[in-house]
T-cell receptor, first 113, second 110 residues
Framework: EPEVTQTPSHQVTQMGQEVILRCVPISNHLYFYWYRQILGQKVEFLVSFYNNEISEKSEIFDDQFSVERPDGSNFTLKIRSTKLEDSAMYFC???????????FGPGTRLLVL | KNEVEQSPQNLTAQEGEFITINCSYS?????LHWLQQHPGGGIVSLFMLSSGKKKHGRLIATINIQEKHSSLHITASHPRDSAVYIC????????????FGKGTHLIIQP
């Protein structure tokens, strides 16, 4: 069964460093999402992406964040200058259409020191 | 902004019991999702519904659009059902992101 994959599974970085989190959505899916979950808190929406552009973004998704689909298969989330409060589990999800089930990747656990 | 509330926050039950988890939301939606999150963190979609009732194995999800309320039921619960169950809603169409509840932590004891 097709699945969403994410790399790396864990990343430790120093405050102020740039990180890129990678996702490979399910191949025939057209809608892509990033969510985050700070430890002990609920999952929060960051951004959605369709037709090579951002469709919707939350208040969390400020200028430090960017997303890209560089090669037709990967979907990346970049954090330009990480802060301590960026430490969280980051989930990628994809959906065939915007009205169907979203399939989640296993997540990347980011720790900013 | 939609507020999604789940109850109970924590639930411990004995194997075989019938389980009900409730979800309410404040603003009209286009769809509601029930998700399962295991201790390792992975999230699995269980149901997406916009009206009525859906059933998959021992899991049943219902939604009442007028009352802005949904329930997830587990029949003949089993220890492997132990997980966090999360309700999430989407208000618009297209690429709108999900708004999540805090989740219900379910433990089924043998």
């Amino acid at each position: 069964e097709p699945e969403v994959t994410q790399t790396p599974s864990h990343q430790v970085t120093q405050m102020g460093q740039e990180v890129i989190l990678r996702c490979v959505p399910i191949s025939n899916h057209l809608y892509f999402y990033w969510y985050r979950q700070i430890l002990g808190q609920k999952v929060e929406f960051l951004v959605s992406f369709y037709n090579n552009e951002i469709s919707e973004k939350s208040e969390i998704f400020d200028d430090q964040f960017s997303v890209e689909r560089p090669d037709g298969s990967n979907f990346t989330l970049k954090i330009r200058s990480t802060k301590l409060e960026d430490s969280a589990m980051y989930f990628c999800a994809s959906s065939r259409t915007g009205q169907e089930t979203q399939y989640f990747g296993p997540g990347t656990r980011l720790l900013v020191l | 902004k939609n507020e999604v509330e789940q109850s109970p926050q924590n639930l411990t039950a004995q194997e075989g019991e019938f389980i009900t988890i409730n979800c309410s939301y404040s603003v009209g939606i286009s769809a509601l999702h029930w998700l399962q999150q295991h201790p390792g963190g992975g999230i699995v979609s269980l149901f997406m519904l916009s009206s009525g009732k859906k059933k998959h194995g021992r899991l049943i999800a219902t939604i009442n659009i007028q009352e802005k309320h949904s329930s997830l039921h587990i029949t003949a619960s089993h220890p492997r059902d132990s997980a966090v169950y999360i309700c999430a809603v989407v208000s618009g169409g297209g690429a709108d992101g999900l708004t999540f509840g805090k989740g219900t932590h379910l433990i089924i004891q043998p």
